[in-house]
């Protein structure tokens, strides 16, 4: 157990739809990111939080955004959802993020289906 | 750009023999590397880190990996493969500083290990 909790663990929803995936990272550490895992592109860094700041981005569509609350529990809303999105979405924390060397705690992951 | 190849996105090995997994990287900068490993339905967990400390940096579970600038190698070894082996890894070069980090993961390879 890594500590990370993800919700759902899984997720079935139709094209079009919008969704909400939350992430509690472990105790202490303050930096959040998502990434999505797919057959196709494989593991594929989305976005990282900081301390409720928007640190880094990666390859995350407009149609997906993210946030940071206060309490440092995260939030992944994807829109429009289209038959491509169907993934597995893992929230991911480490203590800081700064200088690259950070490990990440990864969580169990939400499979998300898109019918 | 940095970017991770990883080559054979499937390893067989016999249980008891050597397992090797290749990683090969690009970065700009000196590069910080990582093996994670990722056991059928879990999030990834970390096998071990290079930080420019030692090249041959010693993981959890008996593995190990060795550092080669000249070669832009980071290959993953285990001189006797377990059956609790059989799962996916995934190479992955970072670079970040401050309260920013950005991983990019290689496609991953599964290895099976073969009674």
């Known amino acids: 157990d890594s500590g990370v909790t993800q919700t759902p663990k899984h997720l079935i929803t139709a094209t079009g739809q919008r969704v909400t995936l939350r992430c509690s990272p472990r105790s202490g550490d303050l930096s959040v990111y998502w990434y999505q895992q797919s057959l196709d592109q494989g593991l594929q860094f989305l976005i990282q939080y900081y301390n409720g700041e928007e640190r880094a981005k990666g390859n995350i569509l407009e149609r997906f955004s993210a946030q940071q609350f206060p309490d440092l529990h995260s939030e992944l809303n994807l829109s429009s959802l289209e038959l491509g999105d169907s993934a597995l979405y893992f929230c991911?924390?480490?203590?800081?993020?700064?200088?690259?060397?950070?490990?990440?705690?990864f969580g169990p992951g939400t499979r998300l289906t898109v019918l | 750009a940095q970017s991770v190849t990883q080559l054979g996105s499937h390893v067989s090995v016999s249980e008891g023999a050597l397992v090797l997994l290749r990683c090969n990287y690009s970065s700009s900068v000196p590069p910080y590397l990582f093996w994670y490993v990722q056991y059928p339905n879990q999030g990834l967990q970390l096998l071990l880190k290079y930080t420019s400390a030692a090249t041959l940096v010693k993981g959890i579970n008996g593995f190990e990996a060795e550092f080669k600038k000249s070669e832009t190698s980071f290959h993953l070894t285990k001189p006797s493969a377990h059956m609790s082996d059989a799962a996916e890894y995934f190479c992955?070069?970072?670079?970040?500083?401050?309260?920013?980090?950005?991983?990019?993961f290689g496609i991953g390879t599964k290895l099976q290990v073969i009674p």
């Open positions: 991911a924390s480490s203590v800081e993020g700064g200088g690259g060397v950070d490990e990440q705690f």
């Open positions: 992955a070069v970072s670079e970040g500083s401050g309260g920013y980090q950005k991983v990019t």
